[in-house]
């Protein structure tokens, strides 16, 4: 099994229903974090959470929320999906206490119609 | 806040060597970071310099100079595999900030 889990791994939706990703992970980090990747812009931070009780929004939070479950999960949510959100979303885990930088998920490919 | 310049592309032949540069202007640093990202794959950890100076992985070799706000990732003995994109990310006071990456293609 995957260290970092997403699903779904690919979504369709339509413009104003609301979604749910999904990531759970199996690495025992506390640090977990959102990411979507548009083609020409990189990876930019959605929202991140350092344990349970802390969510911290990123550098492109509007139109988002999250939920930290667990240690062990983390989820979007996009209330009212618009088509400028179509993007490749990335969940990622981190202990900084050790060099290795991020481990990611295979991310959730969502297409707002 | 965090501004990171890489190339968009960059091309190479085979068997050559190639190094992708970066340049960051931050707030706060705490590492560089680079990343292997192949298309609709996630990215994959290639290297973490905190210190000036260079770190050697295999083929892999990557550059730190805090002073100068730069670091370089060369990669050696190229092959069609590394064919990817190339992500520079420096850790701040709590996260990573990923400039827009380096497509490389390698060609026979």
């Known amino acids: 099994d995957a260290d970092v889990t997403q699903t779904p791994r690919n979504r369709i939706t339509k413009t104003g229903k609301r979604i749910m990703l999904e990531c759970s992970q199996t690495?025992?980090?506390?640090?977990m974090y959102w990411y979507r990747q548009d083609p020409g812009l990189g990876l930019r931070l959605i929202y991140y959470s350092f344990d349970v009780k802390d969510i911290n929004k990123g550098e492109i939070s509007d139109g988002y929320s999250v939920s930290r479950q667990a240690q062990a999960k983390f989820s979007l949510s996009l209330e009212s999906a618009i088509p400028n959100q179509t993007a490749l979303y990335f969940c990622?885990?981190?202990?900084?206490?050790?060099?290795?930088?991020?481990?990611f998920g295979s991310g959730t490919r969502l297409t707002v119609v | 806040g965090q501004n990171i310049d890489q190339p968009t592309e960059m091309t190479a032949t085979e068997g050559a060597i190639v190094q992708i540069n970066c340049t960051y202007q931050?707030?706060?640093?705490?590492?560089l970071f680079w990343y292997q990202q192949h298309a609709g794959e996630a990215p994959t950890f290639l290297s973490y310099?905190?210190?000036?100076g260079l770190e050697e992985k295999g083929r892999f070799s990557s550059f730190l100079s805090r002073s100068k706000g730069y670091s370089y990732l060369l990669l050696k003995e190229l092959q069609m595999k590394d064919s990817a994109s190339y992500l520079c990310?420096?850790?701040?006071?709590?996260?990573?900030?990923f400039g827009k990456g380096t497509m490389l293609l390698v060609s026979p």
């Open positions: 931050t707030s706060g640093f705490n590492g």
């Open positions: 690495k025992g980090h506390d640090r």
């Open positions: 990310a420096v850790s701040g006071y709590s996260t990573l900030t």
């Open positions: 310099n905190v210190l000036d």
């Open positions: 990622a885990t981190s202990d900084f206490d050790r060099v290795g930088g991020y481990t």
